[in-house]
């Protein structure tokens, strides 16, 4: 089990979160109107981490399982369609 500080970052754009190596361990996710969806890659252009569609006008949480996702690059927000902020929990 991972025993390490829990840190946050907030982002209103895609992008890499500038956070190096991280385990992703929850999401707070706030969208806008319409449908929306965020997506993780592992870097800029790696491998989905995380793909997930949201319905409209709400906040999300979305916990992680275990340890949580690895993202052994900079984790990049590659799309966050629809949304006005998404708050990354990671250690």
Excluded: Y
């Amino acid at each position: 089990m991972s025993r390490s500080d829990i840190k946050a970052k907030r982002v209103t754009t895609t992008g890499a979160l500038g956070i190096g190596r991280a385990r992703i361990r929850q999401l707070q996710v706030a969208v806008g109107a319409g449908a929306g969806r965020v997506t993780i890659t592992d870097g800029d252009g790696g491998e989905t981490i995380l793909d997930l569609d949201f319905s409209a006008n709400d906040t999300h949480s979305v916990n992680i399982p275990s340890d949580g996702l690895l993202s052994s690059s900079d984790p990049f927000v590659s799309a966050a369609t629809n949304v006005d902020a998404i708050t990354v929990f990671f250690a």
